[in-house]
Nanobody, 124 residues
């Protein structure tokens, strides 16, 4: 069992930066692939980035590539999402998720555990 808690969301102006954190409980955090997703009102949950358990594989959505960076510290059971050059269209609830499979996935339905989400609002 893994429990995930996101933090770091807030209100930021366009062009600004935020760093989200995802604290995980559970002894097997290091063996999970960890991903970030977001969901804007009226839209489906959207894949952003994923990093495999060994941190050997990292994938990004085209919409955030070059602006967002995913990282993880297995010793601290924590994952991060550094978000730079934020745009108003980045406004959404951001979720972290854990996948028991070692191969990182972009699919929402392949993730086993989800955090409660943290709101990110980017003003123009």
């Amino acid at each position: 069992q893994v429990q995930l808690v996101e933090s770091g969301g807030g209100l930021v102006q366009a062009g600004g930066s935020l760093r989200l954190s995802c604290a995980a409980s559970g002894r097997t955090f290091s063996s999970y692939s960890m991903g970030w997703f977001r969901q804007a009102p009226g839209k489906e949950r959207e894949f952003l980035a994923v990093k495999s358990w060994s941190a050997g594989r990292t994938y990004y959505a085209d919409s955030v590539k070059g602006r967002f960076t995913i990282s993880r510290d297995n010793a601290k059971n924590t994952m991060y999402l550094q978000m730079n050059s934020l745009k108003p269209e980045d406004t959404a609830v951001y979720y972290c998720a854990a996948d028991r499979l070692p191969v990182p996935s972009r699919r929402v339905d392949e993730y086993d555990y989800w955090g409660q989400g943290t709101q990110v609002t980017v003003s123009s």
